[in-house]
Every structure is written in C-alpha cells, then in structure tokens.
C-alpha cells in the first residue's frame, strides 16, 4: 500500500474540517490575529497539501 493515500486523505479530512469551521466560525475570534481567519487559511493549505498527496498516490497507482 502506497504511503501517500492514507496521508493524503487524513489531511483533506483535516483541511475540511478546519476550513469549514473558518467558514461558519463568528469573525470576532479572529480579533487577536488582527482579523485574519487563521483557520480557513491553514484549513485550505491542508486541503491543497493533502490533495497533492492524493494526486501522486494515484499517479504511483497508474504508472505501475
């Protein structure tokens, strides 16, 4: 079993998780990190990183 898929789906679980709780969080939390939204940032980084690892997981897959 490759590596990357479970790796790549425990962070898009994660990335959507945190970024749908930056979405329907009150902006007012964010007032101590001079209002960005720290959640829906790091939330789609996550998404972004664990899609990667998805992406090469299913390339691996084809390629062998």
């Known amino acids: 079993m490759d590596l990357r898929l479970p ?3 425990l962070f898009v679980l994660l990335g959507a998780l945190i970024t749908a709780y930056g979405l329907l ?3 007012g939390i964010y007032a101590a990190s001079l209002g960005l939204n720290v ?7 996550l998404l972004a990183f664990g899609a990667v690892m998805l992406w090469l997981a299913w390339r691996g ?3 062998t």
């Open 61 to 63: 897959r084809r390629l």
């Open 39 to 45: 959640n829906l940032g790091w939330g789609l980084v």
């Open 25 to 27: 969080s009150d902006p």
């Open 7 to 9: 790796i790549g789906l």
